[in-house]
C-alpha cells in the first residue's frame, strides 16, 4: 500500500524565514510525485509535480526536490500570503494517495 | 487548466437522508475522481468515474453508499445515501489533466472548490 508521510505537521514561520517542508513516500511505482497548496474552504491548488530523483521545480518562492524516498519544498523568503496548507501526493498508476500535510503559518 | 464547480457548496442535512453533489468542468475530461477530506484530515479517494463505464470504487467505499454517475465528458453527480454524522466532510471532484509548456509537459489533477456536508 502507498504511504506518504509529511512533517512537520504544522510550521509557524516569521516573514522572511525560509524553511522546509518534508515528504516521506512509499510506493510500488512512481508515477510522479506532486505538490499541493490548500487554502481554508478551497479545493487543492496544483503546484508542481515530480517524476525522477534530481529533478527541482521552481515558482517563485517555491522549489520542490526529489530523491528516491523523499521529496522536500522549501520556501525562500515566506510572505504572509504563502500561509496555506501544502499537501504532498505521489501517483501510482492514475491514483493519489495524499500525505495529512503541512499547515505553514508566516507571520508578518 | 481546467475550472471545476460543484454544486452545492454546502449542505446541513439529517441522518438516514441522501445528498446529490453535482461536478461541472468547462472541457471535456476522460477521467474524473471523488475524494474525502474528513475534518483535520488529507483527501482520501473514494472512486473513478469514466464516461460510458461503471466507477471504480477504493477499499473501503461501496456503490450502494456512494453511488456516481457520469452521464458525459464534462459532468459528474455523486451521491451520499443513508448518511450518518461519520459521514460530515468535506467531497471533493477532480479530474485528470496533461499540462503542455515552455518547461516540458507534465501530469495533473484539477481540484473542484469542494461541496461542505454536515449531518446533524
Known amino acids: 500500500e502507498d504511504q506518504v508521510t509529511q512533517s512537520p505537521e504544522a510550521l509557524r514561520l516569521q516573514e522572511g524565514e525560509s524553511s522546509s517542508l518534508n515528504c516521506s513516500y512509499t510506493?510500488?511505482?512512481?508515477?510522479?510525485l506532486f505538490w499541493y497548496r490548500q487554502d481554508p474552504g478551497k479545493g487543492p491548488e496544483f503546484l508542481f509535480t515530480l517524476y525522477s530523483a534530481g529533478e527541482e521545480k521552481e515558482k517563485e518562492r517555491l522549489k520542490a526536490t526529489l530523491t528516491k524516498k523523499e521529496s522536500f519544498l522549501h520556501i525562500t523568503a515566506p510572505k504572509p500570503e504563502d500561509s496555506a496548507t501544502y499537501l504532498c501526493a505521489v501517483q501510482n498508476d492514475y491514483k493519489l494517495s495524499f500525505g495529512a500535510g503541512t499547515t505553514v503559518t508566516v507571520r508578518a | 487548466s481546467a475550472v471545476i464547480s460543484q454544486k452545492p457548496s454546502r449542505d446541513i442535512c439529517q441522518r438516514g437522508t441522501s445528498l446529490t453533489i453535482q461536478c461541472q468542468v468547462d472541457?471535456?475530461?476522460?477521467?474524473m475522481f471523488w475524494y474525502r477530506q474528513q475534518p483535520g484530515q488529507s483527501l482520501t479517494l473514494i472512486a473513478t468515474a469514466n464516461q460510458g463505464s461503471e466507477a471504480t470504487y477504493e477499499s473501503g467505499f461501496v456503490i450502494d453508499k456512494f453511488p456516481i454517475s457520469r452521464p458525459n465528458l464534462t459532468f459528474s453527480t455523486l451521491t451520499v445515501s443513508n448518511m450518518s454524522p461519520e459521514d460530515s466532510s468535506i467531497y471533493l471532484c477532480?479530474?485528470?489533466?496533461?499540462?503542455?509548456?515552455?518547461?516540458?509537459?507534465?501530469?495533473?489533477?484539477?481540484f473542484g472548490p469542494g461541496t461542505r456536508l454536515t449531518v446533524l
Open positions: 472541457s471535456q475530461v476522460t477521467m
Open positions: 477532480s479530474v485528470a489533466a496533461h499540462l503542455t509548456g515552455t518547461g516540458g509537459s507534465t501530469d495533473t489533477q484539477y
Open positions: 510506493v510500488s511505482g512512481l508515477r510522479g
